[in-house]
C-alpha cells in the first residue's frame, strides 16, 4: 500500500505562522522533505524547526540553481525538469515502500510554490493531500500594515518576470496590485509603475515576518537587486466603507 504524500504550505516564515494541521503532520511522518538552495538551511526547513518527529529521515533537494541563471535562459527549463524529476523519484521510492512522505514549501505550495511541481509528477500514482499555508503576499501586506484590497477592488498578482510593457498593462488595470519575484527586476517594476501613474503608492516589503523585515515606500529603494524575498504592494483603494 503506498504511503501519502502530504504538501505542507509553511508559511511566510515566521515558524508561528505554521498552521495547527501542518505542525501534526510533521509530527507524524517518517519522512520530511524540502527544497534549498546549496549552502542554505532553507526558509521550509527552518520553519519546521522543533517540529518534527523523533528519528524523521529528511530528504533535502538543493536546486540547480536559483536566481544566477534567468528562467527564460535555455539551460533553465532542461536543468529544472531534470531536478524536479530527481526529486519525484527520491520522494516516490518512499512512498512506494507504504511510507509517508511531507514535502515543505514555503508560503502557500500551489502559488508560485516549487512542490506543484513534484504533485505534477506524483499525485496522479501516489495519495496526496495538500496543506493549504499563509502566503508570503498575505505576510507582506500584514507588515506593512496596509489593507490591499476593499469591496469590488480587483487584486492582481503579478510575476515581476514580466516585460515592461505587459508591468504597465496590468498596472493600470488592476485596483490593488502585488508583484512577486522582483529580484532583478524591481528597477523595471518601478519604471512600469510611474509609467501607470501607481508609483507613489507602491509599498516595498523585504523578509517579510522574518529577522531582517524591511517596509519601505518604493520610492526610498534603489533599483536593486533585491533580495529572494521581497514584494511590492500596490494597495487598492483606500476610501472609507
Same mark, same amino acid.
Request: proline residues 5%; contains cysteine; aromatic residues 8%.
Given at each position: 500500500?503506498?504511503?501519502?504524500?502530504?504538501?505542507?504550505?509553511?508559511?511566510?516564515?515566521d515558524?508561528?505562522?505554521?498552521?495547527?494541521?501542518a505542525?501534526?503532520?510533521?509530527?507524524?511522518?517518517?519522512?520530511v %522533505?524540502?527544497? *534549498?538552495k546549496?549552502?542554505?538551511?532553507?526558509h521550509?526547513?527552518?520553519a519546521?524547526?522543533?517540529?518534527?518527529?523523533? &528519528?524523521?529521515?529528511?530528504?533535502?533537494? +538543493?536546486?540547480?540553481?536559483?536566481?544566477e541563471?534567468?528562467?527564460?535562459?535555455?539551460?533553465?527549463?532542461?536543468?529544472?525538469?531534470?531536478?524536479?524529476?530527481? *526529486?519525484? /523519484?527520491?520522494? &516516490?521510492?518512499?512512498? #512506494?515502500?507504504?511510507?509517508?512522505?511531507?514535502?515543505?514549501?514555503?508560503?502557500? /505550495?500551489?502559488?508560485?510554490?516549487?512542490?506543484?511541481?513534484?504533485? +505534477?509528477?506524483?499525485?496522479?500514482?501516489?495519495?496526496?493531500e495538500?496543506?493549504?499555508?499563509?502566503?508570503?503576499?498575505?505576510?507582506?501586506?500584514? #507588515?506593512?500594515?496596509?489593507?490591499?484590497?476593499?469591496?469590488?477592488?480587483?487584486?492582481?498578482?503579478?510575476?515581476?518576470?514580466?516585460?515592461?510593457?505587459?508591468?504597465?498593462?496590468?498596472?493600470?488595470?488592476?485596483d *490593488?496590485?502585488?508583484?512577486?519575484?522582483?529580484?532583478?527586476?524591481? &528597477?523595471?517594476?518601478?519604471?512600469?509603475?510611474?509609467?501607470?501613474g501607481? /508609483?507613489?503608492d507602491?509599498?516595498?516589503?523585504?523578509?517579510?515576518?522574518?529577522?531582517?523585515?524591511?517596509?519601505?515606500?518604493?520610492?526610498a529603494v534603489?533599483?536593486?537587486?533585491?533580495?529572494?524575498?521581497?514584494?511590492v504592494?500596490?494597495p487598492?483603494?483606500?476610501? %472609507?466603507?
Amino acid at each position: 500500500m503506498s504511503g501519502v504524500l502530504f504538501i505542507l504550505g509553511m508559511g511566510p516564515g515566521d515558524p508561528e505562522l505554521v498552521t495547527l494541521k501542518a505542525a501534526r503532520i510533521l509530527g507524524a511522518v517518517p519522512v520530511v %522533505a524540502f527544497f *534549498a538552495k546549496r549552502g542554505q538551511s532553507g526558509h521550509a526547513r527552518r520553519a519546521a524547526e522543533g517540529l518534527l518527529a523523533s &528519528g524523521v529521515e529528511e530528504l533535502r533537494f +538543493d536546486y540547480p540553481f536559483t536566481t544566477e541563471v534567468p528562467p527564460d535562459h535555455p539551460d533553465y527549463a532542461a536543468a529544472i525538469s531534470v531536478f524536479y524529476d530527481e *526529486a519525484a /523519484a527520491q520522494i &516516490g521510492v518512499h512512498l #512506494a515502500a507504504g511510507r509517508d512522505v511531507a514535502l515543505l514549501c514555503e508560503g502557500d /505550495a500551489f502559488l508560485y510554490g516549487s512542490a506543484m511541481y513534484v504533485f +505534477d509528477r506524483l499525485g496522479g500514482r501516489h495519495p496526496c493531500e495538500i496543506v493549504a499555508g499563509v502566503t508570503g503576499m498575505a505576510g507582506a501586506w500584514s #507588515a506593512a500594515r496596509r489593507p490591499i484590497a476593499q469591496g469590488d477592488d480587483v487584486l492582481t498578482v503579478i510575476p515581476g518576470l514580466l516585460d515592461e510593457t505587459q508591468l504597465v498593462r496590468h498596472f493600470s488595470g488592476s485596483d *490593488a496590485v502585488v508583484i512577486m519575484k522582483v529580484g532583478r527586476n524591481l &528597477g523595471k517594476i518601478r519604471a512600469a509603475l510611474a509609467l501607470a501613474g501607481r /508609483a507613489d503608492d507602491a509599498v516595498y516589503v523585504e523578509r517579510a515576518t522574518m529577522a531582517g523585515e524591511r517596509v519601505l515606500a518604493l520610492a526610498a529603494v534603489g533599483d536593486g537587486p533585491a533580495p529572494y524575498f521581497s514584494i511590492v504592494l500596490v494597495p487598492g483603494r483606500r476610501g %472609507a466603507r
